[in-house]
């Protein structure tokens, strides 16, 4: 199984960036996937996740109203729309999967994810 992250980059603040995330190894609709973030000296935490249905949603209040995560089965891929981009959201970002993960068991505990891919740096200068 592997996670592949891209899309991160620098960006001025109140700019956009889109993160994509190519899951491989199996089928993935019935996993949950999220995206999760950590900055230096800071503990991970989940940004966004969506569930193995799709139907439901997770945003960390920090993001809630900037931040879009989405799905597409049929490719494998989670992606995460990031607007109005501020420094604080300046972090590693990192993919993960839950086999039948519910947005909401995604968002509360980071460490519970099954697989996870390696991190995106994102930079938001000010």
């Known amino acids: 199984v592997q996670l592949q992250a891209s899309g991160g980059g620098l960006v001025q603040a109140g700019g956009s960036l889109r993160l994509s995330c190519t899951a491989s190894g199996r089928t993935f609709s019935n996993y949950g996937m999220g995206w999760f973030r950590q900055a230096p000296g800071k503990e991970r935490e989940c940004v966004a996740a969506?569930?193995?249905?799709?139907?439901?949603?997770f945003y960390a209040d920090s993001v809630k109203g900037r931040f879009t995560i989405s799905r597409d089965n049929a490719k494998n891929t989670v992606a995460l729309q990031m607007n109005s981009l501020k420094p604080e959201d300046t972090a590693d970002y990192y993919c993960a999967v839950r086999r039948w993960g519910t947005a909401q068991s995604m968002g509360t505990d980071h460490r519970g994810q099954d697989y996870w891919g390696q991190g995106t740096l994102v930079t938001v200068s000010s």
């Open positions: 969506i569930s193995f249905g799709g139907g439901t949603t």
